[in-house]
């Protein structure tokens, strides 16, 4: 159980461009999840928490214009990365929150490498 | 505020030897932890967690960790390390307060490299 995915594994796209990121939690309801970043040999930075039905809680200094987030259903959120440049190329990995509110624990998914060229 | 803090970047051991990876944290709250592998472009998979139990928490792949709230520590170890243990560990506090509630605060993680 607590299977969370994510899709695409990886992309790579053109300076302009916008990319979607998939995050799904498989087998269980996520009303919250979460969006990290990951540059190499570093650890995750939070990026935004994600509610169903409700706008995203960013983090300071992450821009919302730029990374638009949409939690639509109890299983599903999205992160589009809005006219894409080579410095957004990062490893983002999402989580979902146990839908037992009191377990604090969060499950990740394998991650999407972005490429911006 | 909480924050943890891994306290080497890059531990090697040789395969069958143990492993310890250490990790203190800073909480003015009662807890929960957690430790999390990730294996290269990867995401991060559950390896245990502490939530106010017993204080000797047992996790998947013979790992576990122990919580010593007197030494603010929840170092990680396992009997004999294995070639497929080599992968980045975190450890993680769960965040309260200013913020921070329902949120994990990540440590920047250590290396474990294992030598045949």
């Known amino acids: 159980g607590a299977v969370v995915s994510q899709h695409p594994s990886r992309v790579i796209c053109k300076s302009g461009t916008s990319v979607k990121i998939e995050c799904r939690s498989l087998?269980?309801?996520?009303?919250?999840m979460f969006w990290y970043r990951q540059f190499p040999k570093q650890s995750l930075m939070l990026m935004a928490t994600?509610?169903?039905?409700?706008?995203?809680?960013?983090e300071q200094g992450v821009e919302k214009d730029k990374f638009l987030i949409n939690h639509a259903s109890l299983t599903l959120s999205t992160l589009t990365v809005t006219s894409a440049h080579p410095e957004d190329s990062s490893f983002y990995i999402c989580?979902?929150?146990?839908?037992?509110?009191?377990?604090?624990?969060?499950?990740f998914g394998p991650g999407t490498r972005l490429l911006v060229l | 505020a909480q924050s943890v803090t891994q306290l080497d970047s890059h531990v090697s051991v040789s395969e069958g030897t143990p492993v310890l990876l250490r990790c203190n944290y800073s909480?003015?709250?009662?807890?929960?932890l957690f430790w999390y592998v990730q294996h290269p472009n990867k995401g991060l998979q559950l390896l245990l967690k502490?939530?106010?139990?017993?204080?000797l928490v047992k996790g998947i792949n013979g790992f576990e960790a122990e919580f010593k709230k007197s030494e603010t520590s929840f170092h990680l170890t396992k009997p004999s390390a294995h070639m497929s243990d080599a992968a980045e560990y975190f450890c993680?506090?769960?965040?309260?307060?200013?913020?921070?509630?329902?949120?994990?605060?990540f440590g920047q993680g250590t290396t474990l490299q294992v030598k045949p």
């Open positions: 909480s003015s709250y009662s807890p929960s």
């Open positions: 993680v506090v769960s965040g309260h307060g200013s913020g921070n509630t329902g949120k994990l605060i």
């Open positions: 087998d269980f309801q996520a009303t919250t």
């Open positions: 502490y939530t106010s139990a017993a204080t």
């Open positions: 994600s509610n169903e039905g409700s706008k995203a809680t960013y």
């Open positions: 989580s979902a929150r146990d839908p037992d509110w009191y377990q604090e624990t969060q499950y």
